[in-house]
Every structure is written in structure tokens, then in C-alpha cells.
């Protein structure tokens, strides 16, 4: 498999995980719009979710599209879409290593879905030409761009949301707040965040 294009080996399926196979051809095709450059080249080192992590990321949207940035600068936060290139797209049943319970592919965040597009919702901290400096990603550098859209908090900020397995830590940050990762208190291994 070529690693540029598919799922790479540390990817591999765990006991209790399902695949599927995939219909012979997809249903539609994508654009990507540009590429997201992050430090982190290796899972291992990548964050597991976009709170996780406040390092500076730079999302490098390609020239054709530079004039669909015109005001986005006005934006503090927006909603990126991006294609996690490097997951497989067939496993329905799943046991992520930092929970090891088998859950639905649909009840997870995890990278490998059948369209493996992930989101995070950044904070904008400036545009030049076509280069926005964000903070929020959990995505591998090179990661392609498929989206970007404006957050609205009075319409995508949803404050009682649950999920049911995840709710105590839920009730945690909802009560304490948000845990962010700096460069100095790196990632716990074994972490138990989604
Ligand atoms: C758990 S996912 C969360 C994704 C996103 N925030 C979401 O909820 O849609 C983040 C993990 O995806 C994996 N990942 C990051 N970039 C990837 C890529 N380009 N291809 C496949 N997996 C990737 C890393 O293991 C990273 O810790």
C-alpha cells in the first residue's frame, strides 16, 4: 500500500475490530483544497484530539482558491474539514488502544471511517496570502484540507450534548473546564481522552 495515498501499517486491526468490504466505487469525489502542516509526522506524537494540543499549526490553502479566503480574517474560529489520508475506511466495529471497549465506528472520532473526515473547530491567529496560523489540529503534517467554514458559537455551540459512554468526562469539563496540552505538560501516555 502506498503510504501517500492509504491506511499505513500502525493502522493495523486489533482484536475485536470489524471491517467490511467497501463498495467497488465511491459515490461522489472530493477536492483538496490545500494541505495542513502540523509537528507531528508520526501517530504516536499526534494529539488525540484538538484540545489536546496548543501548538501552532499553518493550513496552506492552494492559490486557485486564495479569493474564497476574502474575510475570513474576521473570523476568531473556524471549522476545518480535513481527510485523514493515512486511516483505513472499512472497520464498522472498533476498540480504540486508549479505551479497549468495541464500539461503533459512528459512536467514535476515530481517524478510520468508511470517509475519513475529521473536524476541529480553530482558533484563527492571522492570515497571510493564502496561509492561516491556527491553534486546535490533531491531524499528521501534510494532512489534506477539504473545508473550511466560519464557527458560529450562537448557532454550532451546543452546550448540553452528551455522549453516553463519554459522560463523566463530559461532566468533567464541563465542570472544570478545558484541558489543554502545553509544550510543557505533554500527553500523558494511556491518556483517556477521545
Ligand atoms: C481521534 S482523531 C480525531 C479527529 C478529529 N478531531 C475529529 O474528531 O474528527 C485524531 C487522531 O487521528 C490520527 N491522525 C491524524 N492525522 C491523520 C491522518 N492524516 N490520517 C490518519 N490518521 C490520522 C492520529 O492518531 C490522531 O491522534
Known amino acids: 500500500m502506498n503510504p501517500a495515498k492509504g491506511p499505513t501499517p500502525d493502522f493495523g486491526i486489533r482484536p475485536g475490530e470489524q471491517a467490511v468490504a467497501l463498495p467497488a466505487s465511491p459515490d461522489a469525489g472530493v477536492y483538496f483544497i490545500g494541505r ?10 499526534c494529539p488525540k484530539n484538538a484540545r489536546e ?9 492552494e492559490a486557485r482558491y486564495a479569493p474564497a479566503l476574502k474575510e475570513v480574517e474576521t473570523c476568531s474560529h473556524l471549522v476545518l474539514l480535513y481527510w485523514m489520508d ?19 465506528t459512528f ?4 481517524p478510520a471511517r468508511p470517509n475519513p473526515i475529521a473536524l476541529s473547530v480553530v482558533k484563527l491567529l492571522g492570515v497571510d496570502g493564502n496561509k492561516l496560523s491556527v491553534v486546535g489540529l490533531d491531524c499528521l503534517d ?9 464557527y458560529f458559537a450562537s448557532t454550532d455551540s451546543v452546550p448540553d450534548a452528551v455522549v ?6 463530559d ?13 510543557s505538560s ?3 501516555r494511556g491518556s483517556k481522552e477521545a
Open 36 to 45: 495542513i502542516h502540523t509537528p507531528w509526522t508520526e501517530r504516536k506524537d
Open 53 to 61: 494540543s496548543d501548538a501552532v499549526c499553518t493550513v496552506e490553502v
Open 86 to 104: 493515512k486511516a483505513p475506511r472499512n472497520l464498522v466495529l472498533q476498540t480504540p488502544s486508549h479505551y479497549a471497549t468495541q464500539r461503533g
Open 107 to 110: 459512536s467514535l472520532r476515530s
Open 142 to 150: 501534510g494532512t489534506p484540507l477539504l473545508d473550511i467554514k466560519p
Open 164 to 169: 453516553g459512554w463519554h459522560k463523566r468526562k
Open 171 to 183: 461532566e468533567r469539563d464541563r465542570s472544570g473546564g478545558l484541558r489543554l496540552r502545553t509544550r
Open 186 to 188: 505533554p500527553r500523558k
